[in-house]
């Protein structure tokens, strides 16, 4: 038997930020929400692009002649292979105007069978399933915080304050390796469905979420977790979908598709198109392995969730293989002194072994010829670091000149510093105490450093100061012990 979606959606900018970089989109056959990011690079382009394949997709099963709906598997390839498109179309975006480079977007989304949700998911975005009263997510944050949850580091409720929160691990930016997850979620009658921005999950525990999904009317749900959402501080977009599986309706199954957020009004700009990413996606069944990377920027506060891998690291397209034949061939023929004069200016912070180095060079490798060598070793160890810090040095950081190379090492030491301290108190057991005299002193006299004031016996865990604001070229969060 199948069913209808009865849907309410809204998107607005909350109480904080200068524009509104969500955006959605919903039909008889989709729901979607993608939260834009990257401040100044165009966050609300990056969204309105991943809206704009999905409405493409979504065409062709609209009208009275379109094929039947896509079932099962089917839909996955639908909609994955729209996302697929948006993120090959970011890298196009960025490649024709470098200025772009720092956009993405999280995706969360369905297309609707009728019986079942093909859901597609990559970010910090969420999916939850109301059934019979009790609600659950049908989606995975991919996050740093949630990585530690994952990991048995943190609780549920230590992230929801952790620091750095907000770091995402994987979103769409035109890169080919960050994969969305993919399921199959079979309907039931009265299911309730919600796909949300993190304007609303990062401010509202899911408990309360699932109080509000309960509410009989589906606007007033709408409103109450946008309320909840302002009460929470409005400090990001908030974007909310909201649908129940109805009885088979006909008038609903003919509802027109409806564009929220800032994919209304931002224009993608005319660019030139190339091949498509060169990199296979694995199976859509399946979700990455291995480890992830977290991804940094702290230019500004729209971009503080996410920064891309240097664009000279992006994966490039099948055209470029013979670009890069040619440099060969102009590197030997008699471009070996001009290279060279510009690697002469190039640094990054690196890997030697187990420690910590400073680069001369690029990080990249042409063909057989190395690009780069260590300029000079640290004294850091990289398993003294923490771990997104580790993982960060591991990717490589690139820097302007050897003294911002020397700031950043300077910032990595001090984080190694901090692990160490915490490490070294886990490890120390505590001082027995000590047992009072049984003869009373003639004549007690305070030490000449009391104060009156008791001293606590535990030692605390020393803080980690937050970064400078001295202007560093590479700006690292600062590290809680949870971190280490």
């Not at 099963?61 to 379109?66: A, I, L, N, R």
């Not at 160890?381 to 820097?399: A, C, G, H, Q, W």
Request: negative net charge; proline residues 6%.
């Amino acid at each position: 038997m199948a069913f209808s979606l009865d849907v309410r959606c809204h998107s607005e900018i909350g109480l904080v930020r200068r524009n509104n970089q969500d955006s959605g989109y919903v039909s008889p056959r989709m729901l979607v929400v993608a939260d834009g990011m990257g401040g100044a690079a165009a966050g609300d382009l990056a969204s309105t692009v991943a809206v704009r394949h999905v409405t493409q997709a979504d065409e062709r099963f609209s009208g009275e002649d379109s094929p039947c709906r896509p079932q099962g598997e089917e839909m996955l390839t639908v909609l994955a292979g729209a996302v697929a498109d948006a993120n090959d179309e970011l890298a196009d975006l960025v490649a024709w105007d470098s200025s772009l480079e720092g956009m993405g977007t999280t995706f969360c989304g369905a297309m609707f069978s009728g019986t079942q949700l093909g859901v597609v998911h990559i970010g910090d975005s969420r999916g939850y399933l109301l059934r019979q009263g009790r609600m659950k997510r049908m989606t995975h944050d991919h996050s740093w915080v949630q990585s530690l949850i994952d990991d048995g580091r943190i609780t549920p409720e230590e992230a929801a304050v952790h620091p750095h929160r907000s770091l995402l691990l994987k979103v769409l930016n035109g890169q080919p390796q960050h994969v969305p997850d993919t399921q199959i979620v079979d309907l039931r009658l009265g299911d309730r469905i919600l796909f949300c921005s993190d304007g609303l999950c990062g401010l509202v525990d899911d408990e309360t979420i699932a109080e509000h999904l309960n509410t009989t009317n589906l606007d007033d749900v709408v409103d109450l977790l946008t309320t909840d959402a302002h009460a929470g501080g409005g400090t990001d977009n908030i974007t909310i979908v909201v649908a129940e599986v109805v009885e088979a309706d006909p008038v609903l199954d003919a509802s027109e598709p409806h564009i929220i957020g800032a994919a209304t009004t931002r224009k993608v700009p005319e660019h030139e198109v190339t091949a498509p990413l060169s990199v296979e996606q694995p199976s859509s069944a399946t979700k990455d392995a291995g480890t992830s990377t977290v991804l940094f920027d702290s230019e500004a506060e729209e971009s503080m969730r996410y920064a891309p891998v240097d664009s000279r690291t992006r994966r490039r397209r099948h055209w470029l293989w013979p670009v890069v034949v040619l440099a060969v061939a102009v590197v030997v023929a008699g471009g070996i002194f001009g290279t060279r004069a510009y690697l002469d200016t190039q640094y990054y912070v690196g890997t030697d072994g187990n420690a910590v180095a400073i680069y001369q060079g690029s990080p990249d490798s042409l063909a057989w010829i190395q690009l780069s060598h260590v300029a000079e070793t640290t004294d850091v160890k990289t398993t003294d670091l923490p771990r997104y810090y580790r993982n960060r040095v591991s990717e490589n950081i690139r820097v302007s000149s050897m003294e911002s190379a020397h700031s950043t090492v300077a910032e990595l030491r001090t984080g190694a510093e901090h692990c160490k301290a915490v490490r070294e108190m886990a490890t120390t057991p505590p001082a027995a105490p000590t047992r009072p005299s049984t003869t009373p002193s003639a004549s007690p006299q305070p030490s000449a450093s009391s104060s009156g004031i008791p001293h606590p016996s535990a030692v605390p865990t020393p803080a980690m100061p937050s970064p400078s604001a001295s202007g560093h070229e590479v700006d690292l969060p600062a590290v809680s012990s949870g971190d280490c």
